[in-house]
């Protein structure tokens, strides 16, 4: 899912709902395992670049020899390198009827049921790739299960609740507001935030058609609070 053109962290959790369990894991130290090495090797093995071209593109986009920090090519970069690792991964999973993303470095695991041989075996494939992931991590369906900053529980997404929270603060700015300008932007504010809530809840649920309810009344009392000027 990432790095992917179009691809966005509510795609990333979508591809997860309904699931009974969920298994997520992240590689350490991701990019400074990403060795010259690595990339080297990767262009001339994936792509059949020539050594010395792919030397140079490879001592080009290091530090340290290490994939840099920072750089809006390693993402890609690191990407390609570790394909095959994420491929054999994606295998697996197929064998196991298993739902399987990467955002990154945080791969995500969900299906009827996860069994501890796979487990296993996940652990196997990272480290025969020369990296090491954090503990893994399981989770059962019957409570929210946050997958890259967005909650999936059964078939309905959600948002954290600190942004529930800070709804409950615009709408209060929103109330309170004594003059128009005061009103005009707070309604901006407020707007943009559950604007941005309906898109990850989705605009057919219940909640985003809600939501929807609610951005209306917020710009019908802006437009008829500007007409009485």
């Avoid at 993402?75 to 054999?88: G, K």
């Avoid at 994606?90 to 487990?119: H, K, M, Q």
């Avoid at 409950?168 to 109330?175: A, I, R, T, Y």
């Amino acid at each position: 899912m990432s790095p992917r053109v179009g691809k966005a962290q509510r795609d990333n959790a979508e591809a997860h709902v309904n699931a009974a369990e969920y298994l997520t894991l992240d590689i350490k130290q991701f990019y400074p395992s990403t060795t010259r090495g690595m990339i080297r090797n990767a262009l001339v093995g994936q792509f059949g670049m020539a050594a010395d071209v792919a030397g140079l593109i490879a001592h080009l986009t290091t530090a340290d020899d290490r994939a840099c920090f920072g750089s809006p090519l390693t993402p890609v970069l690191a990407s390609i390198v570790h394909r095959p690792m994420f491929d054999a991964i994606a295998n697996l999973c197929a064998e196991y009827d298993l739902s399987y993303t990467v955002w990154v470095d945080d791969l995500t695991i969900s299906g009827d049921c996860i069994p501890g041989e796979f487990r296993a075996k996940i652990r196997t494939i990272v480290s025969k790739s020369g990296l090491q992931s954090h503990k893994l991590r399981m989770r059962t369906g019957n409570r929210v299960v946050f997958i890259t900053g967005v909650g999936v529980v059964g078939s309905e997404l959600v948002v954290p609740r600190r942004l529930e929270l800070r709804s409950k603060e615009l709408w209060s700015e929103f109330k309170a507001a004594g003059s128009f300008d005061a009103l005009d932007l707070a309604a901006t504010r407020l707007l943009a935030h559950l604007g941005g809530i309906r898109h990850v809840v989705g605009k057919a649920s219940q909640r985003g058609r809600k939501l929807a309810d609610e951005m209306n009344s917020v710009r019908q009392k802006r437009e008829k609070t500007a007409g009485r000027m």
